[in-house]
């Protein structure tokens, strides 16, 4: 038996081993189901309301010791999820996260140890350019990690769509409600796509030390 499984309380994770398959494979993996309809319902409510209580920044790009706000780069508004002031939903959401994060660290030893989420809307006519999840001073992001909170019914004239770049082909991924997109964060260069209604969601990485 592999020693990746020898622990006796060690429960195989249908959904988390292919997660970890089409990373190892193709360094993304595109889930719809991670989140039931009722949990990205409630996770939309919390969102919205945070947006309507104007709790929302403009995005910048960088990180926190040399940000900037480029809106000819990305015209995201985002609000930071602080997990120790989490609601009813917003736990729900980082408890599959939790072990999502235990099930990598325990199966695949990637040694996450911290997170970082926020919510984000993109307002009609807005885009973030092409770029990739690191910086040059901070390269601690291991794996990004979008989950879609828009409207049922979202079609493809909507625009919003997340591009990953793989290799010269080109990988293009609609924004369905509750589909979640996890790839690999020093990797994968890609963009959000113009955007023409209104696009939610819940962006975050996973972070090694």
């Not at 959401?93 to 140890?113: A, D, E, M, P, Q």
């Not at 369905?176 to 996890?182: D, N, S, T, Y």
Request: aromatic content about 12%; some cysteine; proline content about 2%.
């Amino acid at each position: 038996m592999s020693l990746l499984f020898e622990s006796l309380d060690f429960v195989e994770n249908p959904l988390f081993e292919r997660i970890i398959s089409d990373l190892t494979q193709q360094q993304y993996s595109i889930v719809d189901g991670f989140f039931t309809d009722g949990e990205v319902h409630l996770l939309r409510k919390a969102l919205l309301k945070a947006y309507e209580e104007d709790a929302f920044k403009k995005a910048a790009i960088g990180n926190r010791l040399n940000e900037t706000i480029e809106q000819s780069i990305r015209g995201d508004l985002i609000f930071w999820i602080d997990e120790t002031k989490a609601n009813a939903s917003e736990s729900l959401f980082f408890n599959k996260i939790n072990n999502l994060i235990g099930y990598l660290n325990k199966t695949c030893f990637l040694g996450i140890l911290q997170k970082e989420f926020h919510y984000a809307v993109y307002p009609k006519g807005t885009f973030y350019k092409k770029h990739i999840d690191t910086f040059q001073n901070d390269d601690r992001r291991k794996l990004s990690f979008v989950c879609y909170l828009n409207e049922d019914g979202w079609q493809k004239e909507n625009g919003g769509e997340l591009v990953l770049y793989l290799n010269e082909v080109e990988k293009a991924i609609f924004p369905l409600p509750g589909r979640v997109v996890i790839f690999e964060s020093q990797i994968i260069e890609h963009e959000v796509k113009l955007v023409n209604t209104e696009r939610l969601s819940i962006t975050g990485w996973l972070k090694t030390r």
